[in-house]
């Protein structure tokens, strides 16, 4: 019934079908990762990762969402960068049908509070002429400010889950008109594996990427990776545990540099540049990540270039999950 459901005059009866959903949405958020993209059509360039979140329904009908988060982003003046974040949103919330396609807006209301804090700089500021930029005594006084604009225009673009009939579901910043598809690099088969990641993704020298964490709740499981490398003769897919990839997360977060394994990976290969990666990797139930690794402190292969040749690794990832081979 999308011309009855849709009718802007019924918000009261799609609210009421959100309702059940709205109760999840901190369930979920709070099993994944989030991807920072510096535009939505670039490919990833850091992550963030939940740590709380709470949901209130307001008296207007709306929605309050008060979320943490801590995560790590990369740019060329600071390299890698740590920091944390959170913020309490009121988002006026609506769905669309698109067929057989829900299509769930959030669009921000108000911001009651929101904050962004550096942790970690990996590289100082330079002057071209040399030495630090003049009056720059810590580098997270230059990136801070702009941090925080960024983060607060984030917010307030609010975003979109695309829910399809069979329960997948992906995710947008902004409003998404009916009918368009947030960005992705493999399309996805009808009735196939469930997909828990299908993004592009951008792996600096000297840099990991930790995708996931993922909830494996059941023995006899495999994660099933589809991946492509360009810009970059190698790098290296690890999957880990919690026991390993936790503290690697920790550690891109609040250190600079490299930092090896804490443990031994379930599975680790090269990627090289050319066809497409695929693999089955059986995985022990518990919390898994796939790292990307292009340093040379864990994995097989080392980072090839000169001093200033970044030469970043372009990666684009797609992982299922489904009973093991």
């Not at 307001?58 to 988060?69: H, P, R, T, Y």
């Not at 990641?197 to 964490?213: A, F, I, S, T, W």
Request: glycine share 10%; charged share 20%.
């Amino acid at each position: 019934m999308p011309g009855t459901i849709n009718d802007p005059s019924n918000r009261t009866l799609r609210q009421e079908l959100l309702a059940e959903g709205m109760a999840e949405m901190c369930e979920e958020l709070l099993k994944r990762s989030v991807p920072l993209h510096l535009r939505d059509e670039d490919p990833g360039m850091g992550r963030m990762y939940p740590t709380s979140c709470q949901t209130r329904p307001l008296a207007n009908g709306n929605l309050q969402l008060d979320f943490a988060a801590r995560g790590f982003a990369w740019t060329n003046v600071t390299k890698r960068i740590g920091f944390s974040a959170s913020a309490t949103v009121e988002y006026e919330t609506d769905f669309q049908l698109d067929g057989s396609t829900m299509y769930v807006y959030f669009r921000q209301k108000a911001t009651a509070a929101n904050r962004l804090d550096i942790l970690m700089t990996e590289q100082t500021a330079q002057n071209p002429l040399g030495g630090l930029l003049p009056g720059v005594v810590n580098p997270q006084q230059l990136i801070a400010p702009l941090a925080t604009k960024v983060f607060q225009e984030e917010l307030a673009r609010g975003f979109t889950v695309v829910r399809d009939e069979d329960g997948y579901a992906t995710f947008a910043l902004g409003v998404l008109p009916p009918g368009q598809r947030p960005p992705a690099p493999f399309d996805r088969e009808d009735g196939g594996r469930e997909v828990l990641v299908n993004e592009r993704l951008e792996v600096h020298q000297g840099q990991r990427d930790y995708v996931g964490p993922f909830l494996v709740e059941y023995e006899d499981m495999a994660l099933f990776i589809t991946a492509g490398l360009e810009g970059s003769t190698a790098v290296d897919i690890l999957v880990v545990t919690e026991a390993v990839g936790g503290p690697w997360v920790e550690s891109a977060i609040t250190k600079a540099g490299e930092t090896a394994a804490t443990g031994t990976p379930v599975h680790e290969e090269p990627l090289a540049s050319g066809p497409l990666l695929r693999r089955a990797v059986r995985v022990p139930p518990g919390r898994v990540y796939v790292v990307l690794d292009n340093t040379a402190s864990a994995g097989q292969t080392t980072p090839v270039g000169a001093a200033g040749d970044d030469r970043a690794a372009l990666v684009t990832l797609g992982v299922e999950i489904d009973d093991a081979p």
